[in-house]
């Protein structure tokens, strides 16, 4: 992402008809703006961070809204410029109109359209929000449970940047040690016994992980589940599906084949989203009813590839079949596999759980809500979540990679200090080297060290007027 000074523009709220709207610019010298939409007497006397009520004023001097202008004074503000907030009533005519007119003011001082997260990328830039912070805030907005909203709030607060920032100061720290120690070979001085350098690189390594488990738990409010229902014609899937969603989301009847085409429906298990996919029917091509059911088919394939858990579904009134076995032998070996013994009511089986070798078994029954509790339980359970009382940050798959990156670099500064050599060995050199890559990779979580290319992913994934 280019980086352009140029005053900016947008419409701040959610597309669509709302009580309120917000039309939102930022940039140096608003003046100019401010006097023309607001009017001269009132535009020109606005109080920094003060609401005052007022029209919105057309070029020909006709009112466009009625609402509220707020002016922020550099540096005090969201982007850490001068910013003009314009709240008006929320319809998305109106709302254009004003923002035209915005447009048309604030021309002889180079007003232009906001891209997408551009705003929220000036606040970084102006020292207001660190990357972390940053992605906090389209996490906040995106939260699907009330869990996910609390994580990313977390994040935004800053919470998540402090723990990382604490880890890089112990590391900072502890490489002060091994530079000075480099620097004067002639000391004499064993610095990993005095310094207790394996001590505090153990600290902070169990650190790292303690916060490298809060940023996985967090991950999972943030991207949920894929949980895909795999199995035969009529063992219970949609019927599982409906008795997960607690509605009658999917048809069920003893025909077989019923469902030809993904069936997807998101719920709440402890806070985490979870995507329940329901699937076609697995039966041999030439027993599919038609092309739509083998197309049907397919789509259950595709979708098994993707799963983040695999629920194979089966009947325990009748047990395991070959057709059964065949299924299972082409799940994928590096998903979770959960084999569920459906219709319990039928065959006499009490609801229970059973950790395998192979897999997960629990028996239960979708029509009479037997057993979903062990359900919902393990399928947390297989993923790795832990109820607790600790706070979990709003992580993203590259947080996840930084914290393991940095991980690994520690496990091998470790082993260098496990050499038990004088301060002039190689092995300190190496020592230090590892030290580095550890907080440089820390340090890009925060964007303290992130390239160019990476902001313009990270601020093009939100919505323009943030």
Not at 163 to 172: A, E, F, P, R
């Amino acid at each position: 992402m280019t980086f352009d000074s140029s005053p900016i523009a947008a419409i701040a709220t959610a597309p669509g008809r709302g009580g309120i709207g917000v039309v939102r610019v930022s940039g140096k010298n608003l003046s100019s703006v401010m006097t023309a939409v607001c009017g001269a007497d009132k535009g020109s006397s606005l109080q920094a961070r003060h609401a005052t009520y007022l029209d919105f004023l057309n070029t020909d001097g006709s009112v466009i809204d009625q609402g509220l202008a707020i002016y922020f004074k550099a540096p005090h503000s969201y982007t850490g410029e001068d910013v003009l907030e314009l709240q008006g009533h929320g319809g998305p005519v109106v709302l254009q109109m004003l923002l035209t007119r915005c447009l048309e003011a604030g021309a002889d001082i180079g007003l232009r359209m906001a891209e997408p997260g551009e705003f929220t990328h000036r606040a970084f830039l102006n020292d207001k929000l660190d990357l972390a912070q940053a992605e906090g805030v389209i996490d906040l907005i995106e939260a699907s449970t009330e869990a996910a909203a609390k994580s990313a709030s977390q994040s935004l607060s800053g919470a998540f940047s402090k723990t990382i920032q604490d880890l890089v100061d112990k590391i900072t720290n502890l490489r002060m040690l091994v530079e000075a120690t480099l620097d004067f070979p002639e000391e004499e001085i064993d610095f990993l016994e005095k310094s207790d350098a394996r001590g505090q690189l153990n600290g902070i390594r169990e650190a790292l992980q303690t916060v490298f488990s809060q940023a996985s738990q967090g991950a999972l409010l943030r991207d949920g589940l894929n949980i895909v229902l795999a199995g035969q014609p009529n063992v219970g899937k949609s019927s599982l599906l409906n008795a997960l969603a607690g509605s009658d989301i999917a048809i069920v009847t003893p025909i077989a084949g019923t469902t030809r085409d993904k069936v997807i429906e998101t719920i709440q298990i402890e806070g985490i989203p979870v995507n329940v996919i329901d699937t076609a029917g697995i039966r041999d091509a030439a027993d599919a009813g038609d092309e739509v059911e083998r197309i049907g088919i397919e789509r259950t394939w595709a979708a098994v590839q993707t799963a983040d858990v695999i629920v194979h579904m089966l009947d325990a009134s009748r047990g395991p079949t070959r057709d059964d076995e065949e299924i299972a032998a082409r799940f994928p070996v590096n998903v979770p596999v959960m084999r569920i013994w459906n219709k319990i009511d039928l065959s006499g089986h009490r609801p229970a759980i059973d950790r395998m070798p192979d897999a997960t078994h629990i028996y239960l029954s979708a029509t009479d809500l037997l057993g979903m509790d062990l359900l919902r339980g393990e399928l947390l359970h297989l993923v790795g979540w832990q109820q607790t009382g600790e706070s979990l940050y709003m992580a993203r798959e590259r947080h996840l990679i930084a914290l393991k990156s940095a991980h690994d670099h520690l496990e091998m500064a470790a082993q260098h200090a496990a050499h038990d050599s004088e301060a002039t060995d190689p092995a300190l050199d190496l020592f230090a080297e590892e030290l580095r890559l550890a907080q440089d990779r820390l340090s890009s979580i925060t964007g303290e060290f992130t390239s160019d290319d990476l902001l313009g992913v990270i601020f093009s994934r939100f919505c323009i007027g943030k």
